[in-house]
């Protein structure tokens, strides 16, 4: 009977043998971890960021984080800090990419450019605005978050070579660096830009990671591109 017993539990589902938390403590934390996440999105998505705006999310990661960290029921101490940490650095690294809300000492810290080049985000913040090249972020951080991208397909593609698993993965890391070869090769063509607008260091390391692949179809692209905008009649650099 033990053994028949033993045998059906193993043959249920995973979620059947679990045992289920819906105590109150446990349903009033995820209430709140949703609020002070929403309260974070609804600072975040200020089109006219005001210093309350930054107070807001502050607030809102804060909570979210610490919140976030008491929800799992049978988590160590460790475990919880480690989580709370986690929610945090995300919301953190999701302030520097899409809002001006990391201020330290006077000086604003934020993936994209303001508009006309400035720094004093809380007066001249508008998402979307472009720079002096036309685009939304300076040549460096938009070549070296390339050469980040081009790095994890690359590792994709060495893992397959060597282990032989992971064909999948593979494969699309190979036509993700193709489409963003010749993306950027287009881009930058037809825009007058230097070649990889002059980030020689990130050209170069994606050239490594890549076996050549990168700079072959980036490079065809380019020259395309801008043989093709001087045929137009396109003659104004824009370097």
Same mark, same amino acid.
């Given at each position: 009977?033990?053994?028949?017993?033993?045998?059906?539990?193993?043959?249920?589902?995973?979620?059947?043998?679990?045992?289920?938390?819906?105590?109150? !403590?446990?349903?009033?934390?995820?209430?709140? %971890?949703?609020?002070?996440? #929403?309260?974070? #999105?609804? $600072?975040?998505?200020?089109?006219?960021?005001?210093?309350?705006?930054?107070?807001?999310?502050?607030?809102? !990661?804060?909570?979210?984080?610490?919140?976030?960290?008491?929800?799992?029921?049978?988590?160590?101490?460790? &475990?919880?800090?480690?989580?709370? #940490?986690?929610?945090?650095?995300?919301?953190?690294?999701? $302030?520097?990419?899409? %809002?001006?809300?990391?201020?330290?000492?006077?000086?604003?810290?934020? +993936?994209?450019? &303001? $508009?006309?080049?400035? *720094?004093?985000?809380? &007066?001249? +913040?508008?998402?979307?605005?472009?720079?002096?090249?036309?685009?939304?972020?300076?040549?460096?951080?938009?070549?070296?978050?390339?050469?980040?991208?081009?790095?994890?397909?690359?590792?994709?593609?060495? *893992?397959?070579?060597?282990?032989?698993?992971?064909?999948?993965?593979?494969? #699309?890391?190979?036509?993700?660096?193709?489409?963003? $070869?010749?993306?950027?090769?287009?881009?930058?063509?037809?825009?007058?830009?230097?070649?990889?607008?002059? &980030?020689?260091?990130?050209?170069?390391?994606?050239?490594? %990671?890549? !076996?050549?692949?990168?700079?072959?179809?980036?490079?065809?692209?380019?020259?395309?591109?801008?043989?093709?905008?001087?045929?137009?009649?396109? *003659?104004?650099?824009?370097?």
């Amino acid at each position: 009977m033990t053994e028949l017993n033993s045998h059906v539990a193993f043959s249920l589902p995973v979620a059947d043998r679990l045992p289920v938390h819906h105590s109150p !403590a446990s349903t009033a934390l995820l209430l709140a %971890t949703l609020a002070s996440l #929403v309260t974070t #999105v609804y $600072a975040a998505s200020a089109k006219k960021p005001a210093p309350w705006h930054r107070l807001l999310f502050w607030c809102g !990661a804060l909570a979210t984080a610490i919140f976030a960290s008491l929800l799992p029921p049978s988590a160590t101490w460790n &475990q919880s800090i480690a989580l709370g #940490v986690f929610f945090f650095c995300a919301l953190t690294v999701s $302030a520097y990419m899409y %809002t001006p809300f990391i201020q330290i000492r006077g000086k604003t810290y934020t +993936y994209f450019k &303001q $508009a006309g080049g400035s *720094t004093d985000t809380n &007066q001249n +913040y508008r998402r979307g605005a472009a720079n002096e090249n036309g685009v939304l972020i300076s040549s460096p951080k938009l070549w070296w978050t390339l050469a980040f991208g081009i790095l994890l397909c690359s590792f994709n593609i060495f *893992t397959f070579a060597i282990d032989h698993q992971g064909a999948r993965p593979a494969l #699309v890391s190979v036509i993700a660096i193709f489409i963003f $070869a010749a993306a950027f090769g287009y881009i930058d063509g037809s825009s007058y830009f230097d070649v990889a607008r002059g &980030q020689r260091m990130q050209f170069i390391l994606i050239t490594i %990671t890549t !076996a050549i692949l990168f700079p072959a179809v980036y490079l065809f692209l380019y020259y395309a591109a801008k043989k093709l905008a001087n045929n137009r009649g396109a *003659t104004t650099p824009n370097r």
